[in-house]
């Protein structure tokens, strides 16, 4: 099954794949966030209006924007998808509390080299900083997206998506690089392990024979 989701989302595992190889080089080769102090001294209102819609695409409008489209057109993601996202989180969850790391708020507070310059509106978060909550969902969630439908469009769109809610948490100074990264990889192999064990049980193919509502308000 693993195989096959590989095989027909070549266009977003090859972009994660890119993603994993200049996100690897950048984080492994550095001994600091270069992405978040590039970001952090680089600041306009365009991109702090886009970085913070792109972060709401992993919490409730992007979340129910995704599970209703689901429920549209195949009931059988839809349900996988709740799932998934809620062993996803409580996995976040356990994670962040056996690390307890300090995010970038919490870490440069007291520094005399990096002053952070927090974007307006946005609510910072101190600690609890590993994995990205954030980006583990996004990754998850647009990849099931991206498993849901044929369409190539809808396979690049997810990838950039999940990229963009990455993106937002080190832009937002909520994340580290790091927690973007390790985020992004968790979050694709929740999607791949628990679609291994749910796609080849019955009352999963039963349920995905029905389609969705759309097809269900035809008949």
Not at 171 to 176: E, G, T
Request: proline share 1%.
């Amino acid at each position: 099954m693993v195989k096959l989701i590989f095989k027909n989302n070549k266009i977003f595992f090859f972009y994660l794949g890119i993603f994993l190889l200049f996100g690897g080089m950048l984080y492994f080769s550095t001994n600091s966030d270069v992405l978040l102090l590039y970001f952090n001294s680089h600041r306009n209102l365009f991109f702090n209006k886009i970085f913070i819609f792109s972060t709401n695409l992993a919490e409730t409008f992007g979340i129910v924007s995704v599970l209703l489209i689901l429920l549209l057109y195949r009931y059988s993601m839809f349900v996988f998808t709740v799932i998934n996202l809620i062993i996803t989180t409580s996995l976040v969850g356990i994670i962040k509390t056996a690390t307890n790391l300090p995010r970038p708020a919490s870490f440069f507070e007291h520094s005399s080299s990096v002053h952070l310059n927090f974007v307006e509106g946005v609510k910072m978060n101190y600690f609890l900083s590993f994995p990205s909550g954030h980006t583990t969902v996004a990754f998850a969630m647009f990849l099931i997206l991206s498993i849901s439908f044929e369409n190539k469009i809808i396979k690049h769109i997810s990838f950039y998506l999940a990229l963009m809610v990455g993106l937002s948490r080190v832009y937002l100074l909520q994340h580290f690089f790091r927690d973007v990264y390790f985020g992004s990889i968790l979050g694709v192999l929740c999607a791949l392990i628990l679609s291994s064990l749910f796609f080849n049980v019955k009352w999963f193919k039963k349920l995905d024979s029905k389609q969705g509502l759309l097809n269900t308000l035809k008949k």
